[in-house]
DNA sequence: GTCTATAGCATGATAGAC
DNA sequence: GTCTATCATGCTATAGAC
């Protein structure tokens, strides 16, 4: 089944609203029919899809979210030859799309991670797959300045700056801490390029 | 009303009961149900102590757990004279604890803190006030050895470092994250003495 | 594949007996 | 202060017409 023109299918309606969703108000506090309501899609289309219901739409959001974010952080990255100055502007890019979205929009995955990590096992493993995909990608940039194994050292600070950043950022409305974070990386990095 | 004895009333262990399941569950997905019966409270003593409903019981728990949980750190941090050592102690402790409670008691607010960022105005202002009193009370901390104004910056990178770690190792059921996390914030202390 | 109706069960909240 | 009963509403999930 060819897509024609540039529309876009029920299923890809109903995850990319449940994404959103789960992003911004969690996992739990989301219920399918806010999530009927916000796609435009009835309410049994979703269970047409996902077959599995709620944590079957869950697993494959938080897989789908997960790779997307993914390559929206490597682009960041990669698009500048200096690895200092690349990490400055990640977090830079980061705290501005935070600060657009009235902090709204920030990891996509890590309130579920939270809320599922210890109360549903099948969601915990897929947020597990997305952190140790997002650590291995970054690993390998690093991997292009650093000696192992501290390259990934410096991609698991990396997460967990941008994740802890995120966290206190939205907590306060105030992108403060991603700059610091940023900051911080940046430190981390001159370490142990000299070390 | 003095205590007699070392009873605990019924307040408190409601409070006690919503703290732990709030921590491990999330709000959203905590029911008043479950804290009543998790507690032995009845029912409707909560709303007699809580006349607010969940939004106040939720308000309460964060301030108290947050105090809490500040205190706790603050003595795994100033036990020990090289601020070096009193960092990796601190780090490897709240590995071991998480490790021991089957990978759910992280940090007390920070799955609640993600849930209502963008949902609950009251609660987050909750959580924006406990981390600003956590940074303040670290930022004391490295203010011993740290001239302004890195002491803050490095306070704010300790609690993003440990709250991305616990994100990460609960995800995984792996204590790897939070000696990671230490180690960089060795690194960015040194940085920041020597410089 | 789309859509509606509804079952069965939870929730937060309230009222009122004791 | 304690406890129970109940209300209104929401949820996930299912069944079945079209």
């Known amino acids: 089944m060819p897509e024609t023109g540039q529309q876009v299918g029920t299923r890809q309606r109903v995850e990319d609203s449940a994404a959103l969703l789960f992003r911004r108000q969690g996992y739990a506090a989301t219920g399918l029919k806010q999530i009927a309501a916000e796609s435009g899609a009835a309410f049994g289309s979703i269970y047409h899809f996902f077959p599995g ?3 079957d739409l869950g697993d494959h959001v938080v897989r789908r979210a997960g ?3 993914r390559d929206l952080v490597a ?3 990669g698009g500048d030859a200096d690895p200092e100055t690349a990490v400055l502007s990640m977090f830079d890019a980061a705290a501005r799309a935070l600060a657009e979205s009235d902090y709204a929009d920030a990891c996509p995955i890590a309130t579920l991670a939270l809320e599922v990590a210890s109360t549903d ?3 915990r493993m897929a947020t597990e797959a997305v952190f140790a995909d997002w ?3 970054a690993t390998a940039w690093f ?3 650093v000696p192992r194994p501290a390259d990934r050292d410096l991609a698991t600070s990396l997460i967990m700056l941008l994740e802890g950043a995120f966290l206190l ?3 306060a409305r105030d992108p403060g801490p991603l700059h610091i974070a940023g900051q911080s990386m ?3 990095l001159r370490a142990h390029r000299s070390g």
């Open 143 to 145: 991997g292009q300045w």
């Open 67 to 69: 790779a997307a974010y």
């Open 135 to 137: 650590v291995d990608t």
């Open 121 to 123: 096992e099948r969601l």
């Open 169 to 171: 950022a939205r907590a």
């Open 186 to 188: 940046v430190t981390l």
């Open 53 to 55: 219901g709620k944590a």
């Open 75 to 77: 682009t960041a990255l």
